[in-house]
């Protein structure tokens, strides 16, 4: 669907922005600024009118620890006639700081061991990522890589590097064809950056032909609301905290696995609400709505968006969480494939595994947006032959799954949903939503993926969703330039063609759990699970299916689709 299309759909009915705008006027609020759809008003006031209009009282609240401050009402009421019209406001209730990013977590580096008692257990050097990544791949020529080439020649599961990927999925020897009519894009959050001159040096090691093409240096990048994409070397507190690992990976993976498929990278600021709980006390939440607000006002898209970034459900304010799940409906009607991450803490971290709204009930943690209906989620693995879910006992990474509390279980999760519930047989009663919306959707790598950062010839290998996500984008990419070569359009949203006939494009996942909340979480089993979903790509077979019926028209199968995000 065309942006006006989806905006159309979603435009209020006329008297319904007119009441709202009625009630600013009189309160002599004059400065509005609407979303494309001008289902969302930003005004600018002062905080006496605000008072008035909410009738309430703004306070300034400053922060015991550290002194951060935030201007915030402890209660606000709308008139009767608008309860059913105005979902959300903000800042109101909400309290978030804007203290800065320490409590981001970033892909998780892990300590390589080389296997033997008194070997070097310190950050791996290059000349020993060489060694993990193997002598089979050091002597192949990544220039003319061989057609029968397989995945015990090529992959070492202490490092994967991106031509295992391409050989365990099945990209190796596909060749884009009308890349110059696709597009794909992955997203930066919370001071994250994309360094060229560290994703060049990783494309000359692993991709050399998309690294003489200045792949690196030609990717676009757009800054949102203040960001800003940094080329320089990290400053101290940046290396503290790992700024640039997130960024470096993501874009390096994508134009690795998809080259030579633009990329664009999007970087927004800001800060989002949030309701602060164990695990996440100071906000690290991700601007999300700021960015969608953004994306949904361009005429353009990429056909595929990978977001590395999540948060813990129950710290997004409810109405927030619905305001930025639609948002991603909105892009999946337009045609846009959004992948998102399952998270990295299982089920949720030992120790924080409660409620947030002062009754301290225990339960597991799910991961927003991976909990939206409206992305496709997910998850990792680790190993090859098998795949299996994946962990790290170095650094308590563990791939997540489980059941949103905020949305419900969407139609096209199916039997399948049910029929895994069901063998359960009860296990973990009561500490989840049964009837949520259930993730991930599918997975892929994500232990001990190489990475290069700051500026250095140091290898690194990092652990996370965060790296499994961009891997899935990659794939959907090359699946999309197919498409797009053969005359038909992208696949867009994807869940309910893969809850039917494109889970088998899938390989199933069928060992191990995403333990958490010092629990075994859900195990891995045949067919979808709460720990997998439906397993890991197989691209040739993803392909052969998108090319088949569902998308043998010009136009896309979601294009009949109206307000199935309502």
């Not at 969302?40 to 905080?47: L, M, Q």
């Not at 990522?129 to 003319?144: K, T």
């Not at 950062?453 to 290998?461: I, S």
Request: aromatic share 12%.
């Amino acid at each position: 669907m065309s942006a006006a299309d989806v905006h159309g759909l979603l435009r209020p009915h006329r008297e319904r922005w007119t009441d709202v705008e009625d009630w600013l006027f009189h309160h002599g609020i004059s400065e509005l600024a609407y979303s494309p759809g001008r289902d969302w008003i930003t005004v600018a006031a002062d905080v006496e009118t605000l008072e008035r209009l909410l009738n309430t009282k703004y306070f300034i609240y400053q922060h015991q620890t550290d002194g951060a401050t935030a201007v915030r009402a402890p209660t606000w009421s709308l008139p009767l006639h608008l309860h059913s019209v105005i979902e959300d406001i903000q800042p109101t209730t909400s309290f978030f700081r804007g203290i800065g990013n320490a409590e981001h977590r970033p892909p998780q580096e892990s300590i390589l061991k080389r296997g033997e008692e008194g070997g070097n257990h310190d950050e791996p050097g290059f000349d020993q990522l060489s060694y993990y990544v193997g002598e089979a791949e050091a002597n192949i020529d990544l220039f003319n890589i061989p057609k029968d080439i397989t995945v015990e020649e090529v992959c070492n599961a202490t490092v994967v590097s991106p031509l295992c990927l391409r050989v365990l999925y099945g990209t190796v020897d596909y060749v884009p064809q009308v890349p110059q009519s696709n597009q794909m894009a992955l997203v930066n959050f919370l001071g994250e950056y994309n360094n060229r001159s560290d994703i060049d040096m990783f494309l000359n090691l692993y991709r050399p032909d998309a690294a003489i093409q200045n792949a690196a240096y030609s990717f676009s990048m757009e800054n949102i609301a203040g960001a800003v994409n940094q080329q320089t070397q990290a400053n101290p507190k940046q290396l503290e905290i790992g700024k640039g690992r997130e960024g470096n990976l993501d874009a390096g993976l994508m134009l690795a696995l998809a080259f030579p498929t633009p990329l664009t990278a999007y970087s927004t600021g800001g800060n989002p609400p949030f309701l602060p709980s164990a695990l996440f006390p100071n906000n690290t939440n991700e601007p999300f709505l700021t960015w969608l607000q953004y994306m949904l006002a361009q005429d353009q898209l990429p056909n595929v968006i990978s977001i590395s970034y999540g948060e813990s459900e129950q710290t997004v304010p409810r109405a927030y969480a619905k305001r930025v799940c639609n948002g991603f409906a909105q892009l999946g009607a337009r045609g846009v494939s959004v992948i998102a991450v399952s998270g990295d803490y299982g089920v949720g971290k030992p120790g924080t595994c409660h409620s947030n709204d002062g009754r301290a009930t225990k339960k597991f943690l799910p991961s927003f947006p991976g909990s939206c209906p409206w992305v496709t989620t997910v998850g990792a693995t680790r190993d090859m032959t098998p795949e299996r879910i994946a962990y790290d006992e170095d650094n308590t990474f563990v791939s997540g799954g489980g059941f949103s509390e905020y949305f419900d279980r969407p139609n096209y999760q199916g039997a399948e949903v049910s029929d895994y519930i069901l063998s359960l047989e009860g296990l973990h009663k009561g500490l989840y939503n049964k009837h949520g919306r259930a993730y991930p959707d599918i997975s892929a790598q994500g232990y001990h993926l190489i990475s290069f950062w700051n500026g250095t010839r140091e290898g690194l290998v990092f652990d996370g969703t965060s790296a499994s996500a961009p891997i899935v984008a990659s794939v959907v990419a090359l699946v999309n330039d197919a498409l797009i070569a053969d005359d038909r359009p992208p696949l867009g949203f994807l869940n309910p063609w893969l809850y039917q006939s494109g889970r088998k494009a899938f390989t199933d996942v069928v060992h191990g759990s995403n333990n958490g909340c010092d629990t075994i979480g859900f195990p891995a089993k045949a067919g979808w699970d709460a720990a997998s979903g439906f397993g890991t790509p197989w691209f040739p077979t993803f392909r052969e299916l998108a090319l088949q019926s569902r998308f043998r028209s010009t136009r896309p199968w979601y294009y009949k689709l109206t307000q199935w995000w309502t």
